[in-house]
């Protein structure tokens, strides 16, 4: 079992930068992958970028070049920095972890979610 807190979220001005933080705890072994997802007001929840194991990584298109995902084993973290904020970025922005379970069989954790807002 997994257990995910997210943090840093925020309200932001347009162009300004914010960082997500996903700190995970539990069996930390049997993640895959974590990712972060995000749902705005109107919108159904959609993958922003994700992380594998191995460190390669997946963005959704509409971020890449502003947003980056990356982690510190460390401290069992995973972080999401996001540069050049639009106000389409607003959103509850939600940590995912993928948990393997067998080889073939996975199971989903997510966190709480975090409050994204830019607005001038």
């Known amino acids: 079992q997994v257990q995910l807190v997210e943090s840093g979220g925020g309200l932001v001005q347009p162009g300004g930068s914010l960082r997500l933080s996903c700190a995970a705890s539990?069996?930390?072994?049997?993640?895959?992958?974590m990712g972060w997802y995000r749902q705005g007001p109107e919108t159904q929840r959609e993958l922003v970028a994700t992380?594998?194991?191995?460190?390669?990584?997946n963005y959704k298109d509409s971020v890449k070049g502003r947003f980056t995902i990356s982690r510190d084993n460390a401290k069992n973290t995973v972080y999401l920095q996001m540069n050049s904020l639009k106000p389409e970025d607003t959103a509850v922005y939600y940590c995912?972890?993928?948990?393997?379970?067998?080889?073939?069989?996975?199971?989903?954790?997510w966190g709480q979610g975090t409050q994204v807002t830019v607005s001038s």
């Open positions: 995912q972890a993928d948990y393997k379970i067998t080889p073939v069989i996975y199971q989903d954790f």
């Open positions: 992380i594998r194991s191995a460190g390669i990584t």
């Open positions: 539990g069996t930390i072994v049997n993640i895959a992958a």
